[in-house]
């Protein structure tokens, strides 16, 4: 069965969306199937790996957008999903094994136009038609807007494990301790339609710092997070008991910034050379290795 990951913060700007691209890239690199599901408004991920032209046309009027699932309703998640989406300029698969589920603008609408069901909550739709496709799957992983509204419960709720991006910053605490007090009220709210077929409700299971700058000591940020990752553990309040913070740090580089500009991930860079590529390439493979490593026990 797939693990299924969520990776949210509640504190924007933490590099959530690079992060998430460039670990599902690393993963796929190590042969693994993976697939990458686009719940944040911005579309940033989508744009990133479909490139602007190719995510222009299923944002003209939403067809082929993970929102369809829900309005018009008659698609299913199967049928988004977009195989081996990275590719090179004569429409070569550059990367076998990272598929997407893509997301455009009309996504917000979810959030006040759409009527759902009180018996049937978005989340709910999507869980019962993403348990169609797990099979095929090794990792599938969630990018999850900045909140828990209606977009990111749906990955919260299908997923098994969440990661939380931070910078080394206070925000970045204010927002991990947030995003705990609001992901214990989703699970309580949403603990009625679970089923004993299902995962147990998702719980943090790691803190990954990323985007960290030359010559920038994060060693007091990091006491910080670990002291409030601890005191989520002894309260038993939405942490793993093998919760902890990646010992794997993403450095900030240019390269990154390149990278979504040429609609690749950072480790199809690496060719060109230069010590930017290589070290923040490197940094995402150990990432990705550091999570497979860290597969919650079953």
């Not at 933490?14 to 686009?38: E, H």
């Not at 970045?172 to 705990?180: A, N, P």
């Not at 919760?243 to 580089?253: G, L, M, V, W």
Request: net charge neutral.
């Amino acid at each position: 069965m797939a693990r299924k990951i969520a990776f949210i913060n509640y504190k924007g700007g933490v590099g959530k969306t690079s992060l998430i691209v460039n670990t599902a890239a690393s993963l796929a690199k190590r042969g693994l199937r993976v697939l990458l599901c686009d719940f944040d408004t911005q579309s940033n991920a989508s744009i990133w790996l479909m490139r602007l032209e190719k995510w222009n046309k299923i944002n003209v009027n939403g067809t082929g957008s993970i929102y369809s699932i829900f309005d018009p309703g008659n698609v299913r998640v199967k049928d988004l999903i977009i195989k081996d989406v990275v590719e090179g300029k004569d429409g070569e698969k550059l990367l076998p094994g990272l598929d997407l589920i893509p997301t455009s603008f009309n996504l917000v609408d979810l959030e006040g136009e759409y009527k759902s069901d009180p018996k049937r909550p978005s989340y709910a739709i999507f869980q019962e038609q993403l348990a169609e496709v797990e099979k095929d799957y090794d990792v599938i992983l969630f990018d999850c807007p900045p909140n828990i509204l209606r977009a990111s419960q749906n990955g919260v709720y299908v997923a098994q494990e969440i990661y939380v991006p931070s910078n080394p910053d206070a925000l970045s605490l204010i927002g991990f301790t947030l995003l705990i007090e609001k992901l214990m009220r989703f699970q309580q709210t949403s603990a009625s339609f679970r089923t004993s077929t299902m995962d147990a409700a998702a719980q943090v299971y790691g803190i990954v710092f990323n985007s960290i700058k030359t010559n920038v000591d994060i060693e007091v940020p990091k006491m910080r997070m670990q002291l409030r990752l601890n005191q989520f553990k002894s309260q038993r309040r939405g942490v793993s008991p093998t919760a902890k913070i990646f010992s794997t740090q993403i450095r900030d580089a240019m390269v990154v910034r390149r990278a979504v500009t040429l609609g690749l991930p950072v480790i199809l860079l690496g060719q060109e050379g230069g010590g930017d590529e290589d070290s923040v390439a490197n940094d995402y493979m150990k990432l990705a290795a550091e999570i497979i490593d860290h597969a919650p026990s079953t």
